[in-house]
Nanobody
Framework: QLQLVESGGGLVQPGGSLRLSCTAS????????IGWFRQAPGKEREGVSC????????NYADSVKGRFTVSRDNAKNTVYLQMNSLKPEDTADYYC?????????WGQGIQVIVSS
């Protein structure tokens, strides 16, 4: 029922910024924890960030702390990932996922390329 779609990716230079959006349809997001994940070619999928249902609690991977910020607007059924000071190592396909018991709904993924 719930579906997620990521947007806002693309090509950016090192040091630049992007804001990813994860927009839901089919249901409201306010009962779901939302996670952001990424996977680069030849690498394992890794968790980037997550945010609780109300947005009161957030978590970040050490590699992105201080640079990325996750937020949500439940009224808009949207979760955001603001990515600043981007590095080439951030290049990956990024996914958002929703869960109550585990992450059982995933977006299609969106590419982020950080390159000069």
């Amino acid at each position: 029922q719930l579906q997620l779609v990521e947007s806002g990716g693309g090509l950016v230079q090192p040091g630049g910024s992007l804001r990813l959006s994860c927009t839901a349809s089919g249901n409201t997001l306010d009962t779901y924890t939302i996670g952001w994940f990424r996977q680069a070619p030849g690498k394992e999928r890794e968790g980037v960030s997550c945010i609780s249902q109300s947005g009161a609690s957030t978590n970040y991977a050490d590699s992105v702390k201080g640079r990325f910020t996750v937020s949500r607007d439940n009224a808009k059924n949207t979760v955001y990932l603001q990515m600043n000071s981007l590095k080439p190592e951030d290049t990956a396909d990024y996914y958002c996922a929703a869960g109550r018991r585990g992450y059982d709904v995933w977006g299609q993924g969106i590419q982020v390329i950080v390159s000069s």
